[in-house]
């Protein structure tokens, strides 16, 4: 069975800080990775989809890259500002089960004015 | 383009009642996944429809149960409710596979629900 790790659990930083959050699944055989953002109490925001044949993807400040064989994942954020403060979730779909995510518990993120 | 909408947006049951959760899909959607969040956790997922069937369950018992319309929105049916149901149900709305952008999931704002 996917086991989907995300490390920290929590981080603090400034504003302006680069960070970058990471995210180990056990399984390798992967159909893709999906990083999303959920703010309090709210629904799930996707981010950045990679698919498995794929090494990274970038939208504006977020960078993220998969290393399959590994099995890791990082989220890359430039500049962070405090608008980024949420937590951020990294979810895996099987290769052999592509209709269901596999997650991980998340990273909470504040950044600090 | 509009998104996910889920109801009731909260609701408070006791143990043993029923409950029936609702999801309307993004427009142009087809696919819709249901996935429980406990508080803290990530989420798990519990089901998907597609054409009005079921279409992968995840490790959830039969008294969890759903539903799709003909127009791709989704009830989810939760009988018997225990205490450790009480969670936040994210409807999640999709292509269905081989189908451009599938896997790209739109997630509704969720439906808490409490259960005393």
């Known amino acids: 069975k996917q086991e989907v790790t995300q490390i920290p659990a929590a981080l603090s930083v400034p504003e302006g800080e680069n960070l970058v959050l990471n995210c180990s699944f056990t399984?390798?055989?992967?159909?893709?990775l999906q990083w999303f953002r959920q703010d309090p109490g709210k629904g799930l925001t996707s981010l950045l989809l990679i698919q498995s044949s794929q090494r990274e993807q970038t939208s504006g400040r977020l960078n993220a890259s998969l290393d399959k064989s590994s099995g890791r994942s990082t989220l890359y954020i430039a500049a962070s500002q405090p608008g980024d403060s949420a937590t951020y979730l990294c979810a895996v779909s099987d290769a052999g089960d592509f209709n269901k995510f596999y997650f991980g518990s998340g990273t909470k993120l504040n950044v600090k004015p | 383009e509009t998104g996910v909408t889920q109801s009731p947006t909260h609701l408070i049951k006791t143990r043993g009642q029923q409950v029936t959760l609702r999801c309307s899909s993004q427009s142009g959607h087809n696919t819709v996944s249901w996935y429980q969040q406990a508080l803290g956790q990530g989420p798990q997922f519990i089901f998907q429809y597609y054409r009005e069937e079921e279409n992968g369950r995840g490790n959830f018992p039969p008294r969890f149960s759903g539903l799709q319309f003909p127009n791709y929105s989704s009830e989810l049916n939760v009988n018997a409710l225990e205490l450790d149901d009480s969670a936040l149900y994210l409807c999640a709305s999709s292509l269905a596979q081989g189908e451009p952008g599938a896997n790209v999931l739109t997630f509704g704002a969720g439906s808490r629900l409490t259960v005393l």
């Open positions: 399984d390798s055989a992967i159909y893709n």
